[in-house]
C-alpha cells in the first residue's frame, strides 16, 4: 500500500535562511512524486513534482525537491525563505504507471518564515 | 482564465438534507476527483473519474455520490448528510490521470449540524 508522511506538523525559519520541508513515501514501485501549497482560504497550488529523470526538481517561487530512492525521500528546499512562503505544505505520492491508483497526500508540516 | 470552480463556497445544512456541491473546470480535462480535508489528516480522496461515465471510489467514499455526465462538471452528492461529514471539500481535476498535476478548486466548507 502506498503511504507519504511528513515527520513534522510545524517548521518554523527565519526570513534569509535555507528551509527544509521533509517527506519519505513508501510504494511498490516507482513513485510519482508532487509538493501542493496551501495559502490560507485557498485551495492548493502544484509547486513541483517528480515523476522520472534528474534526482534534483525545481518548481516555482525558487522551490526545489529531491528525490533519493535509498531513502524514500522527497524533502522541499528553498535557499532563502521569505515571509511571504508561510503556509501549509503537503507532500503527495502514487505508484507510478499504475492506472486508477489514488493520489496519497501527506497530513501537512505548516511553514511559519519570520521577519 | 482556466480554473477549477466550486459551488457553493460555505454551506451550513442539518443532519439528513440531501446536498448537491457542483464543480466545474473549464480546461478540457479527463480526470477530476473529490477530497476532504481534516485537521491532522491531510487530504483523503472521496471519488474520482477517469472520463465521462466512469467514477471510482477513492478512500473514503462512505456516505457520497457522484456522477460524471459531461466532461466538464463533477458534482458531490451527500444524500443524507452527517455530522461526521463536516469538513472542507476539495474539487481538482488534471489533464489525464498519472503523472499531470491537479488543478485545484477553492474548496466548500460544509457544515452538518
Known amino acids: 500500500a502506498q503511504s507519504v508522511a511528513q515527520p513534522e506538523d510545524q517548521v518554523n525559519v527565519a526570513e534569509g535562511n535555507p528551509l527544509t520541508v521533509k517527506c519519505t513515501y513508501s510504494?511498490?514501485?516507482?513513485?510519482?512524486l508532487f509538493w501542493y501549497v496551501q495559502y490560507p482560504n485557498r485551495g492548493l497550488q502544484f509547486l513541483l513534482k517528480?515523476?522520472?529523470?534528474?534526482?534534483l526538481v525545481k518548481g516555482s517561487y525558487g522551490f526545489e525537491a529531491e528525490f533519493n530512492k535509498s531513502q524514500t525521500s522527497f524533502h522541499l528546499k528553498k535557499p532563502s525563505a521569505l515571509v511571504s512562503d508561510s503556509a501549509l505544505y503537503f507532500c503527495?505520492?502514487?505508484?507510478?504507471?499504475?492506472?486508477?491508483?489514488?493520489?496519497?497526500f501527506g497530513k501537512g508540516t505548516t511553514l511559519s518564515v519570520s521577519s | 482564465e482556466a480554473q477549477v470552480t466550486q459551488n457553493p463556497r460555505y454551506l451550513i445544512t442539518v443532519t439528513g438534507k440531501k446536498l448537491t456541491v457542483t464543480c466545474s473546470q473549464n480546461m478540457n480535462h479527463e480526470y477530476m476527483s473529490w477530497y476532504r480535508q481534516d485537521p491532522g489528516l491531510g487530504l483523503r480522496q472521496i471519488y474520482y473519474?477517469?472520463?465521462?461515465?466512469?467514477?471510482d471510489k477513492g478512500d473514503v467514499p462512505e456516505g457520497y455520490k457522484v456522477s460524471r455526465k459531461e466532461k466538464r462538471n463533477f458534482p458531490l452528492i451527500l444524500e443524507s448528510p452527517s455530522p461526521n461529514q463536516t469538513s472542507l471539500y476539495f474539487c481538482?481535476?488534471?489533464?489525464?490521470?498519472?503523472?499531470?498535476?491537479?488543478?485545484f478548486g477553492p474548496g466548500t466548507r460544509l457544515t452538518v449540524t
Open positions: 517528480y515523476i522520472t529523470g534528474d534526482n
Open positions: 481538482a481535476s488534471s489533464l489525464v490521470e498519472g503523472r499531470l498535476e491537479q488543478y
Open positions: 503527495a505520492v502514487r505508484e507510478g504507471n499504475q492506472a486508477g491508483t489514488a493520489l496519497i
Open positions: 510504494v511498490s514501485g516507482n513513485p510519482y
Open positions: 473519474s477517469m472520463n465521462v461515465e466512469v467514477t
